[in-house]
């Protein structure tokens, strides 16, 4: 069953079925002959002392007896002998004896029929014993016998404790395993695939297993991507604090003249400690929640970028292609920065005489952003290691600390996309955003 709520509501009404079913089926068998016979007081050993009155004292004993019995409990009785003679009148009017001969059909008649046979074990003989017990006399005995209501309690009691108990496993092994991974996930050790079992459930319990699944692997993911950024970020710092380090101590041992000299290498190397630290923090904030998202203004978005690309690479051309078509929905400022980053890269490694070409163009139901440079490429043992965070390739000159393609592939990710690299066949290197078109209303 594939939910927790039909689940529970459908336990609930099969108890109430078993119960009514077997309560009915105890009805049954507490009204039928043997056990009436048995169990009604009026009937319990009244043929056995019968039987012992007629044979030691008499038929006008026994006559009496069964008056008795009757004035007593209201029980209507006739006793056969062998042959099929009445041994005695009995207490069964005749009047009521023709009313029964006209209607054979028991169920319409106002009275309980029940006969038993009895043999004396003194004298051997066989008699025959037909009881009328009316309709009101026989319900008013099963009420005030404390059997049914008991029997049907009992019945209840125990089908009700059996799927409650059934249900109640169902329902809490799941949540043991479950507050199991939380308590774990805290501890950070979790085992991804600890409620592998559970999201196999087709239920609420195991879409909450899925769900569980997700969040830890993707926590188990920000914490392990925090810890490397974190010895990245140390080992990162180490070499610019060092060499502020060297050249305060040489200025501190410096005349006036070589002190001059100095300052500008001591605000070079503050300046850089400033960037690495302004794009840390930009990665940082990635995983920030951004709020709400937005239509995305292309036009608006490239042009900035051009504006700033003539302002720090005056020198160098930039071609923009735009498809009209072309629609997202996002954080415009978080792909503002990633397609800065990009250009910023392609600007720095392609020749002044060839330029870089921005492309936005809708591929089914994805927007594509590409930036291209005609620059030397990445060799191909590299490409999957680009977009680690701190991660430069071999043989590249210019300035960066290797972070820029960490915050576009990061940003991507946020936008339900992602950041595709490689080397363009006719040379150069492009760095691709894929990423979900907006759907158009109506």
């Not at 001591?266 to 400033?274: A, F, K, N, T, V």
């Not at 929640?289 to 937005?294: E, L, M, R, S």
């Not at 302002?311 to 292609?321: F, K, R, S, Y």
């Not at 000159?397 to 990061?410: Q, T, V």
Request: hydrophobic residues 40%; positive net charge; proline residues 5%.
């Amino acid at each position: 069953m594939r939910s927790l709520f039909w689940r529970i509501l459908a336990t609930f009404w099969l108890g109430i079925a078993l119960v009514a079913g077997l309560s009915l089926l105890l009805g049954r068998a507490l009204n039928q002959d043997a056990w009436i016979l048995s169990l009604h007081p009026g009937l319990d050993d009244l043929d056995s002392k019968w039987v012992k009155r007629y044979e030691q004292q008499g038929p006008a004993a026994a006559q009496d007896f069964l008056e008795q019995r009757k004035r007593k409990y209201r029980i209507d009785t006739q006793v056969l002998g062998e042959s099929g003679q009445q041994l005695v009148k009995g207490t069964f009017p005749s009047r009521a004896a023709a009313f029964e001969a006209r209607h054979g059909d028991d169920r319409r008649l106002p009275w309980r029929r029940l006969t038993a046979e009895y043999t004396s074990p003194e004298s051997g003989e066989s008699y025959l014993f037909i009881y009328r017990i009316p309709h009101p006399e026989l319900a008013a005995w099963h009420r005030g016998s404390l059997l049914w209501p008991l029997s049907a309690i009992a019945i209840a009691l125990v089908v009700l404790t059996l799927f409650s108990l059934m249900l109640t496993l169902s329902i809490t092994r799941p949540l043991d395993r479950l507050r199991g991974a939380v308590h774990d996930l805290g501890q950070t050790a979790y085992q991804q695939n600890s409620l592998a079992r559970l999201a196999t459930r087709r239920d609420e319990l195991g879409l909450l297993a899925k769900d569980f699944n997700r969040m830890g692997e993707r926590l188990q993911g920000l914490i392990g991507s925090q810890r490397q950024l974190l010895r990245d970020v140390s080992h990162e710092l180490r070499s610019p604090l060092a060499r502020l380090r060297i050249a305060l101590a040489l200025a501190e041992r410096a005349d006036a003249a070589e002190r001059e000299r100095l300052w500008p290498r001591l605000s070079q190397e503050c300046d850089r400690l400033e960037a690495l630290i302004s794009e840390i923090l930009a990665l940082a904030r990635l995983d920030a929640d951004p709020g709400a998202a937005q239509p995305v203004d292309l036009a608006a978005l490239l042009g900035n970028l051009q504006e700033d690309a003539r302002l720090t690479a005056p020198q160098q051309q930039l071609q923009i292609d735009l498809d009209p078509r072309a629609r997202l929905e996002g954080w415009p400022d978080m792909l503002e920065r990633a397609l800065d980053n990009l250009l910023r890269n392609a600007l720095r490694f392609s020749p002044a005489d060839q330029p870089v070409l921005i492309s936005v163009q809708c591929q089914g139901q994805n927007v594509t952003l590409s930036v291209r440079d005609h620059g030397p490429g990445v060799a191909s043992e590299h490409l999957e290691q680009l977009g680690k965070p701190f991660f430069r390739a071999p043989g590249q000159s210019g300035s960066g600390h290797g972070l820029g393609l960490a915050i576009a592939r990061r940003a991507a990710q946020r936008h339900g996309g992602e950041l595709l690299l490689s080397n363009h066949p006719q040379g150069g290197f492009i760095a691709t955003l894929s990423l979900p078109a907006r759907q158009q209303a109506g």
